[in-house]
């Protein structure tokens, strides 16, 4: 594959004002021992934009009291900023309705909601469910649990070498007696973009559902639950720029209306007697006790922001970045590269011959390069291609060509060392 | 040598470096000099897992003193195994139990003994606690 230089990949981007941007994240202009910071464990979880930490701290300050319940001024104001970043939310990745977005504590509660909640209702002894080979714990565990539950059995998508998925296997394992593919949109230890929407076509075709887990895409692309016609998807406030604490489910209502609650306790109900509780509409039914409504808020002033800056401009950025990284570190040699999808978005791992990843990112944290090492918690990656870990770069909108120079300046110099 | 004189040579040869990359190529070398374990020893029994880098101890009676070896897959973690053996290796196992470990934090490695770090070196040095605990009831009895 033929890669832009840098000098070309600015042109194309010059209206992307990379410098600005960084303005607006006070935590990137530090050192660290003694080195400016190199943040590039986005995957991780990205930073926050002052117009983030100041809707936090202001909230605090001027609007803080709990949603839905009081009759009183300020919770009137709490509960009005609370929905109205659920109408952010549903724009963001443009649900038809706000009662299909529940808030979580994160892409992992929302995937546990759903394999509990539509397992309970939907999965029987002999169903099966389909995971991939590149998933998230996130998204292998809470179908394992259900699947013991429920007497299911859990299937596996294999990818190849190259860490794209076999379609022709995936097609293979298709039967009526499938309830549900989990998968992943883009790979945290491979980047690898999968092809959700032709997955979407053929899983409906066997009558089966889809969950995507979006927790590494919608801060890379844009994301559209109507066109990929998904039946749930799932993400993370904290890795979108928003404070932690808070997530994303997105469900088709057909199925959420059916599943019972994931959890029981306040504002999920519409009465409680000892005999009978009749339980809330949607979304409430799912978002049982206080929610971490000041991080939901945070969540939609993130999505304000970015939205601001474009996200197929920070795509079109993202990707040149990634690109750029990925031509630099390879032509240090004496590596392996772990997934060379042909769209790949956010991150790019690799382990240097005989140099171990937590080696590697120890010494180039002391040159002030942030890396993730190990198994990214995508252990059975690991195990397809042998090894106990990876060394992941990962981008944001703020990361800069100049940063990539300085974590391959960084490796080269680890690579001298051995 | 006592335990202390030991940490205190340790930290004495560490002062000579200013930066980290010099601390850093110092502790692989400590890690590609020394087998610190023979092979028949790196079994499951003895592997300490972390999920960042993996630690392997194993640990003898020979007299009165406790002789240790310890591998890992990772040479800067190798390094400073080597450092935590040359400390503790061939004590008696009071000395062993009692042992304050100072010089991790004066040669600035503190984080990497920290629980935040799961590389194993924690569970190791706790680990080689134990075995003096044990080695020592094992005596009186």
């Keep these: ?418 | 040598m006592t335990i202390d004189q030991t940490q205190d040579q340790i930290i004495e040869e560490f002062a000579e470096f200013d930066e980290w990359m010099d601390k850093y190529e110092y502790l692989i070398e400590l890690g590609k000099d020394v087998p610190l374990i023979e092979e028949k020893h790196k079994t499951r029994e003895h592997l300490i897992e972390g999920c960042q880098s993996r630690v392997w101890l194993h640990a003898a009676m020979e007299g009165d003193r406790v002789r240790f070896s310890a591998d890992s897959d990772a040479i800067i973690t190798k390094g400073i195994v080597s450092l935590l053996v040359r400390v503790l290796d061939g004590r008696r196992p009071e000395e062993i139990k009692n042992a304050d470990l100072y010089f991790i934090d004066r040669i600035g490695l503190k984080q990497n003994l920290s629980p935040t770090r799961s590389n194993g070196l924690l569970a190791m040095v706790k680990q080689m606690k134990l075995y003096g605990m044990a080695f020592e009831q094992i005596a009186k009895n």
């Excluded at chain 1, 922001?305 to 004496?334: H, P």
């Design chain 1, 1 to 418: 594959m033929a890669y832009p230089t840098q000098t070309a990949a600015m042109e194309d981007l010059d209206t992307f004002d990379v410098q600005r941007i960084r303005e607006d994240f006070p935590i990137l202009h530090q050192k660290v021992y003694g080195k400016p910071l190199v943040y590039l464990d986005n995957g991780a979880t990205t930073q926050k934009p002052s117009v983030v930490i100041d809707t936090i701290a202001d909230f605090y300050r001027q609007r803080n009291s709990n949603i839905h319940r009081g009759v009183h001024y300020l919770s009137d104001q709490a509960t009005t900023a609370f929905e109205d970043a659920r109408k952010t939310v549903r724009r963001f990745i443009n649900a038809p309705h706000e009662r299909q977005i529940i808030f979580t504590r994160g892409t992992t509660e929302s995937i546990n909601l759903v394999a509990f909640s539509f397992g309970e209702r939907f999965v029987n002894a002999g169903d099966e469910i389909l995971v991939s080979e590149m998933e998230h714990h996130s998204n292998i565990v809470p179908w394992q649990m259900l699947c013991e539950r429920r007497g299911a059995k859990l299937r596996v998508i294999p990818f190849d070498d190259k860490g794209e998925l076999v379609w022709e296997k995936f097609e293979e394992l298709l039967n009526p007696r499938v309830k549900m593919v989990a998968i992943t949109f883009v790979s945290n230890s491979l980047g690898t973009v999968n092809p959700i929407a032709r997955i979407v076509e053929k899983a409906h075709a066997v009558g089966a559902a889809v969950l995507v887990d979006a927790a590494q895409a919608v801060q890379h692309k844009v994301v559209d639950v109507q066109a990929l016609d998904c039946d749930f998807l799932a993400f993370s406030g904290h890795k979108v720029y928003a404070s932690t604490g808070i997530g994303v489910l997105y469900g088709k209502e057909k199925w959420l209306e059916r599943m019972p609650p994931y959890q029981g306790g306040g504002d999920m109900i519409k009465s409680v007697s000892f005999e009978k509780t009749v339980f809330n509409e949607l979304p409430f039914k799912f978002e049982a006790g206080t929610v971490d409504y000041v991080a939901a808020i945070s969540l939609g002033t993130a999505i304000d922001y970015l939205e601001g800056i474009g996200l197929e401009r920070v795509e079109a950025y993202e990707d040149q970045l990634l690109r750029y990284a990925t031509e630099r570190i390879t032509s240090l040699g004496d590596l392996r590269l772990f997934g060379q999808a042909r769209e790949k978005a956010g991150s790019v791992s690799f382990l240097f011959d005989g140099i171990h990843h937590y080696d590697t990112g120890l010494m180039v944290d002391k040159m002030g390069v942030a890396l993730r090492t190990g198994t990214h918690c995508t252990e059975p990656v690991m195990q397809h291609f042998g090894v106990t870990g990876t060394v992941r770069a990962s981008f944001a909108l703020y990361n800069t060509f100049e940063e990539i120079d300085i974590l391959v300046e960084a490796l080269a110099r680890v690579k001298r060392m051995f």
